[in-house]
């Protein structure tokens, strides 16, 4: 089976661009999660989405926003972008939400 | 609000010896998992171990088990026999339980970079 997969792998834009990334689950996953992972530190959690619906966030500017879809896959988007929003994007994935999650490669954003 | 602390940001380890990753966290909370993750350099993070908050014992697999401390609120990974495939960044992790309109929440330490010298 496939794992988790996230589009594009890299990516870079410029101050005060929008960005969205994608993310397709496992097939079966039900949940999906997003991580900003900035170079040197661990992942911080974004959101968490289970049946369409959000069931986590973290501590995220509305800038940050993201939404899942009927099959699935997510999107995260990021508005009004940062130097500081540079960094791996990870989505997770698990069969419902308090399972085991499988991360994808990431999506590494470079904001100039 | 709940923290994670990996105190260790490298650790070596000589090939086939033994190595233990601490880690601590602070929660008021009774029911969590603990994680520990596995990042190798430009590859995907993947789970190595995970721990019930309301089991005593001590979760093992393979070569990897944890010593967890619920009262002292410490959650260290063993990795035994320790091989060049094991280098990596290690990743300690919590998740909330579960909280108000079925929400969770996860938090991720700094990591210990894992060298193993052959």
């Known amino acids: 089976d496939a794992g988790v997969t996230q589009s594009p792998t890299h990516l870079i834009k410029t101050r005060g661009q929008q960005v969205t990334l994608r993310c397709s689950p496992i097939s079966g996953h039900k949940s999906v999660s997003w991580y900003q992972q900035v170079l040197g530190q661990g992942p911080q959690f974004i959101f968490q989405y289970y049946e369409k619906e959000e069931r986590g966030r973290g501590n995220f500017p509305d800038r940050f926003s993201a939404r899942q879809f009927p099959n699935y896959s997510s999107e995260l988007n990021v508005n009004a972008l940062l130097l500081g929003d540079s960094a791996l994007y990870l989505c997770a994935s698990s069969p419902v939400i308090y399972n085991e999650q499988f991360f994808g490669p990431g999506t590494r954003l470079t904001v100039l | 609000a709940q923290t994670v602390t990996q105190s260790q940001p490298e650790m070596s380890v000589q090939e086939a010896e033994t190595v233990t990753l601490s880690c601590t966290y602070d929660?008021?909370?009774?029911?969590?998992?603990l994680f520990w993750y596995k990042q190798p350099p430009s590859r995907q993070m993947i789970l190595v171990i995970r721990q019930e908050a309301y089991k005593q014992q001590n979760a093992t697999e393979n070569r990897f088990s944890v010593n967890f401390q619920k009262a002292a609120k410490s959650f260290s990974l063993k990795i035994s026999d320790s091989q060049l495939g094991d280098a990596a960044m290690y990743f300690c992790a919590y998740r909330s339980p579960e909280g108000t309109s079925g929400t969770y929440k996860y938090i991720f330490g700094t990591g210990t970079r894992l060298k193993v010298l052959a």
């Open positions: 929660t008021s909370e009774s029911d969590y998992y």
